[in-house]
């Protein structure tokens, strides 16, 4: 692993180049920051460490949950900001600050519209399932329900207006003197080093599951996972904000997914356990309730023989999960297999069919199960279809304490006067572990901080 430097320096006497706003990264926060900025009549650069802007957003099923939007009102789906905090704190264990909960689905709802009739983004609503924990249908994402449509779309819209975006710079020193950040130095590929000054910094470079000694020290318990996030993400935030005094919460947190088909490393939405699907180990058996939720399922599929699984649903549940990009391309490399028994499945997938048929068997329709899962009526039925899978770590949760409008808040309580924070870089809504990750609460994060922090006044 490259050594990550997020070193801490007074400012030079002059700087290479300047700028008003200036953002590290150009995840779908930074691209969000920077489109609110711009539109705030601020001068914007963001500065990304990759040759084309991606990040953890890329990777993701893209879809950001929202409440009340005008989205949703068409399509007769009642929601609110107080709904949603709600079902952000249940499944948290109230183990978030109320003020942060309540300033992300405030803004939820205006975040979503603003992108969609300012700049024309095509949201809908996922309207064919539910995800777990969320009481409202309220997961909105582009056509095709991809990472990388949105970072795409992102980009192209900020390419459209005129914001400059320099790519292949990663930022490695913070220049700050007497509480205000004066820019920072970046490093070129050819070895050389630039300086940029600016009157607003906005953090956008995400968290740190891409340092693995931060994840050793911090992340124990997931350490082992396959790592499914961005490289990228090796916590110059964090790091930052440990020498200028930041308040750092909850660093604990992350979120974890149980459903990466392996040995492909494609995700599998959890769609296809939410409409009736299961999970098994190698002997064919279930061995906990899928309903909890996916990023508590990365520990617990970990925990199995081989730190592996086989997500097992059917025909009509498939017919749900290929409005997914990612699901077409497991069918495509033929991670997925169908069979008409449950006696064939197992051995398409290599597990003992008697045990796996009796499972199969055993899964109760309109009634509660062992591992106290509550199933709908409809049983699984031809053609049955699985996927072997395994638990992965997607993105940190943990990072900067941030307050109104994204501004990261010291450790003694007060707020930076110029430094901001976004997505994986701020604080999220997740608690202290995986299991109070509730869906979409990564993007949710990034687009309403990153909004916030880019129509945040220059100081």
Known sequence: MTETKADVAPAPDSFDLTCETLIIGAGAGGLVAALAADEASQSVLVVEADPVPAGSTALSAGLIPAAGTSIQARVGIEDDAGRFAADIQKKAGDQNEQSLVDRLTRHSAPAIDWLSDTFGLPFSVITNFEYPGHSRKRMHGLPTRSGAELIDTLRATCE??????????????????????????VSRPDGGIET???????????????????????????????????????????LWGRSIGADLAHLGSYQGHGNVAHPHGILIT???????????????????????????????????????????????????????????????????????TPERLARELGLPPEAFAETMASIPVGGVDEFNREF???????????????????????????????????????GFANLYACGGAAC???????????????????????????RAPLS
């Not at 931060?214 to 935030?237: C, K, M, S, T, Y």
């Not at 296809?272 to 190698?282: R, S």
């Not at 709908?376 to 900067?400: D, I």
């Open 270 to 340: 959890w769609a296809v356990i939410t409409e009736g699907g299961v999970q098994v180990n190698k002997h064919g058996r279930r061995f906990w309730n899928e309903a909890q939720g996916y990023s508590e399922a990365a520990r617990a599929v970990l925990a199995q023989p081989d730190g592996e699984a086989f997500a097992i649903f059917d025909g009509r549940i498939a017919s749900i999960a290929r409005q997914f990009e990612d699901f077409k391309q497991a069918e495509a490399v033929g991670a997925i297999k169908t069979s008409e």
């Open 428 to 454: 999220g809504v997740s608690g202290k572990a995986d299991s109070g990750y509730l869906s979409g609460n990564g993007l949710l994060s990034a687009i309403v901080l990153g909004m916030l922090a880019g």
């Open 376 to 414: 709908g009526s409809e049983a699984l039925q031809a053609p049955f279809c699985g996927v072997r899978v395994t638990g992965a770590l997607f993105h940190t949760q943990g990072g900067l304490r941030t307050g109104d409008n994204a501004r990261v808040i010291g450790a003694d309580g007060s």
């Open 160 to 185: 459209t207006v005129g914001i400059d975006i320099v790519c292949e710079r990663r930022a490695n020193r913070l220049f700050f003197e007497d509480g205000t950040v004066k820019g920072i130095a």
């Open 196 to 238: 940029i000054g600016c009157e607003k910094l906005i953090l956008a470079c995400n968290g740190f599951g891409g340092n693995r000694m931060l994840v050793h020290q911090l992340l124990p318990d997931i350490e082992n996972a396959l790592w499914f996030g961005h490289d990228g993400n090796r916590g110059e935030a964090l």
